[in-house]
């Protein structure tokens, strides 16, 4: 499943690289829970929680529906 997340954040980061962010896989816990990291301009932006939320979740979730979320980590 961690190769699927991968496939699916590297088909997301052009559209977060366009505005100066970026985003790290961390890992999958044992509750399908997917840890980013949001680097860049994320790492600081208040928008950064609807990105993760409304875009990374939405779309893995979409491509992998067994995933239950994403959380972002420092």
């Given at each position: 499943m961690k190769e699927q997340?991968?496939?699916?954040?590297?088909?997301?980061?052009?559209?977060?690289?366009?505005?100066?962010?970026?985003?790290?896989?961390?890992?999958?816990?044992?509750?399908?829970?997917?840890?980013?990291?949001?680097t860049g301009a994320c790492a600081g932006c208040p928008m950064s929680q609807l990105t993760l939320k409304q875009g990374i979740e939405s779309i893995i979730k979409q491509e992998i529906p067994e995933i239950k979320a994403v959380e972002n980590v420092n």
């Open positions: 997340v991968q496939k699916v954040l590297d088909k997301i980061r052009p559209a977060i690289q366009a505005d100066g962010g970026n985003v790290e896989f961390v890992e999958i816990d044992e509750n399908n829970v997917v840890k980013v990291r949001l």
